[in-house]
Protein backbone atom coordinates (compact mmCIF):
# COMPACT_ATOMS: atom_id res chain seq x y z
CA UNK A 1 0.00 0.00 0.00
CA UNK A 2 1.25 3.45 -1.06
CA UNK A 3 2.16 6.20 1.84
CA UNK A 4 -0.74 8.43 0.48
CA UNK A 5 -3.17 5.59 0.36
CA UNK A 6 -1.97 4.50 3.97
CA UNK A 7 -2.16 7.83 5.13
CA UNK A 8 -5.76 8.18 3.70
CA UNK A 9 -6.81 4.79 5.30
CA UNK A 10 -5.26 5.02 8.90
CA UNK A 11 -8.09 6.59 10.32
CA UNK A 12 -10.82 4.12 9.55
CA UNK A 13 -9.04 0.67 9.63
CA UNK A 14 -9.86 -0.83 12.46
CA UNK A 15 -13.13 0.15 12.89
CA UNK A 16 -15.69 -2.17 15.06
CA UNK A 17 -18.82 -3.23 12.94
CA UNK A 18 -22.36 -2.42 14.12
CA UNK A 19 -25.71 -3.15 12.09
CA UNK A 20 -26.75 0.48 11.87
CA UNK A 21 -23.85 2.55 12.97
CA UNK A 22 -22.50 5.52 11.70
CA UNK A 23 -20.24 7.22 13.73
CA UNK A 24 -16.63 5.67 14.86
CA UNK A 25 -17.73 3.55 17.92
CA UNK A 26 -19.10 1.43 15.20
CA UNK A 27 -20.64 1.31 11.56
CA UNK A 28 -21.68 -0.94 8.81
CA UNK A 29 -21.03 -1.02 5.13
CA UNK A 30 -23.05 2.30 4.48
CA UNK A 31 -21.97 4.05 7.66
CA UNK A 32 -18.00 3.18 6.33
CA UNK A 33 -18.83 5.10 2.92
CA UNK A 34 -20.87 7.66 4.17
CA UNK A 35 -18.27 8.56 6.64
CA UNK A 36 -15.05 8.66 4.55
CA UNK A 37 -16.99 10.58 1.41
CA UNK A 38 -18.21 13.17 4.48
CA UNK A 39 -14.94 13.18 6.06
CA UNK A 40 -12.57 13.27 2.51
CA UNK A 41 -14.89 15.04 0.21
CA UNK A 42 -17.37 17.00 1.82
CA UNK A 43 -20.46 14.72 0.79
CA UNK A 44 -23.46 14.85 3.27
CA UNK A 45 -25.38 11.79 2.23
CA UNK A 46 -28.82 10.29 4.00
CA UNK A 47 -28.17 8.01 6.45
CA UNK A 48 -30.86 5.70 5.78
CA UNK A 49 -31.80 5.23 9.86
CA UNK A 50 -35.07 4.61 8.72
CA UNK A 51 -33.79 1.42 6.71
CA UNK A 52 -33.78 -1.73 9.06
CA UNK A 53 -30.35 -2.89 7.80
CA UNK A 54 -27.43 -1.97 5.19
CA UNK A 55 -29.24 -3.57 2.79
CA UNK A 56 -32.23 -1.71 2.59
CA UNK A 57 -29.73 1.87 3.10
CA UNK A 58 -27.65 0.13 -0.02
CA UNK A 59 -30.69 -0.16 -2.08
CA UNK A 60 -32.32 3.18 -1.05
CA UNK A 61 -29.09 5.06 -2.15
CA UNK A 62 -28.93 3.40 -5.77
CA UNK A 63 -32.67 4.26 -5.83
CA UNK A 64 -32.20 7.83 -5.43
CA UNK A 65 -30.15 8.87 -8.78
CA UNK A 66 -27.39 10.22 -6.97
CA UNK A 67 -25.02 7.64 -8.23
CA UNK A 68 -23.90 6.88 -11.60
CA UNK A 69 -22.35 3.44 -12.60
CA UNK A 70 -18.35 2.97 -13.96
CA UNK A 71 -16.76 0.69 -14.96
CA UNK A 72 -13.04 2.05 -13.98
CA UNK A 73 -13.04 2.76 -10.97
CA UNK A 74 -11.03 6.30 -9.30
CA UNK A 75 -10.57 7.01 -5.35
CA UNK A 76 -14.12 7.52 -3.83
CA UNK A 77 -16.15 5.36 -6.02
CA UNK A 78 -18.31 3.27 -4.05
CA UNK A 79 -18.35 -0.61 -4.83
CA UNK A 80 -21.18 -2.69 -4.61
CA UNK A 81 -20.54 -6.42 -3.31
CA UNK A 82 -22.55 -9.83 -3.45
CA UNK A 83 -23.18 -11.13 -0.17
CA UNK A 84 -25.25 -14.73 0.45
CA UNK A 85 -28.53 -14.83 1.22
CA UNK A 86 -29.80 -18.11 2.52
CA UNK A 87 -32.67 -19.46 0.15
CA UNK A 88 -32.03 -16.72 -2.28
CA UNK A 89 -28.40 -16.45 -3.78
CA UNK A 90 -26.07 -13.63 -3.69
CA UNK A 91 -27.84 -10.29 -3.64
CA UNK A 92 -25.56 -6.70 -3.67
CA UNK A 93 -26.27 -6.06 -0.21
CA UNK A 94 -22.72 -4.83 0.65
CA UNK A 95 -20.62 -1.75 -0.18
CA UNK A 96 -17.05 -0.50 0.30
CA UNK A 97 -15.34 3.15 -0.93
CA UNK A 98 -12.67 3.02 -3.39
CA UNK A 99 -9.01 4.84 -2.16
CA UNK A 100 -7.52 4.07 -5.80
CA UNK A 101 -8.35 2.07 -8.51
CA UNK A 102 -7.08 -0.88 -6.75
CA UNK A 103 -7.78 -0.78 -3.11
CA UNK A 104 -10.94 -0.75 -1.35
CA UNK A 105 -11.78 0.26 2.41
CA UNK A 106 -14.91 -2.29 4.06
CA UNK A 107 -16.26 -3.39 6.82
CA UNK A 108 -18.23 -6.61 6.98
CA UNK A 109 -20.46 -7.60 9.69
CA UNK A 110 -18.87 -9.27 12.90
CA UNK A 111 -15.49 -7.73 11.80
CA UNK A 112 -13.59 -4.26 11.70
CA UNK A 113 -13.23 -2.36 8.93
CA UNK A 114 -9.62 -2.85 6.69
CA UNK A 115 -8.25 -1.50 3.55
CA UNK A 116 -7.45 -4.24 0.90
CA UNK A 117 -6.78 -5.07 -2.51
CA UNK A 118 -9.78 -5.20 -5.04
CA UNK A 119 -8.65 -8.18 -6.20
CA UNK A 120 -7.83 -10.13 -3.18
CA UNK A 121 -10.27 -13.15 -3.26
CA UNK A 122 -13.01 -12.08 -0.62
CA UNK A 123 -13.66 -9.09 -2.14
CA UNK A 124 -13.18 -10.05 -6.24
CA UNK A 125 -15.39 -13.14 -5.74
CA UNK A 126 -18.23 -10.41 -4.86
CA UNK A 127 -18.07 -7.91 -6.56
CA UNK A 128 -20.94 -6.32 -9.01
CA UNK A 129 -20.34 -2.72 -10.06
CA UNK A 130 -18.75 0.08 -9.38
CA UNK A 131 -20.46 3.75 -8.80
CA UNK A 132 -19.57 7.25 -8.55
CA UNK A 133 -21.64 9.90 -6.94
CA UNK A 134 -22.95 12.78 -9.23
CA UNK A 135 -21.46 15.61 -6.92
CA UNK A 136 -17.61 14.26 -7.78
CA UNK A 137 -18.51 14.23 -11.10
CA UNK A 138 -19.61 17.81 -11.41
CA UNK A 139 -16.96 18.77 -9.36
CA UNK A 140 -14.22 17.48 -11.75
CA UNK A 141 -16.17 18.91 -14.75
CA UNK A 142 -16.00 22.25 -13.27
Known sequence: MSDDILSLAAPYIGLPFKRGGRDRTGLDCWGL????????????????DHCDNEA????????????????????FDVMVMLTPVAGFGVAPLHV???????????????????????????????????????DLIERAAA
Not at 33 to 48: A, N, T, W
Not at 111 to 132: D, M
Open 56 to 75: DAIKAAKRGGDWISVTSPQA
Open 33 to 48: VRMVLHDRKGLVLPSY
Open 96 to 134: GVMLSPRMVLHVDEGGRSECVPASARHIRTRFESYHRHK
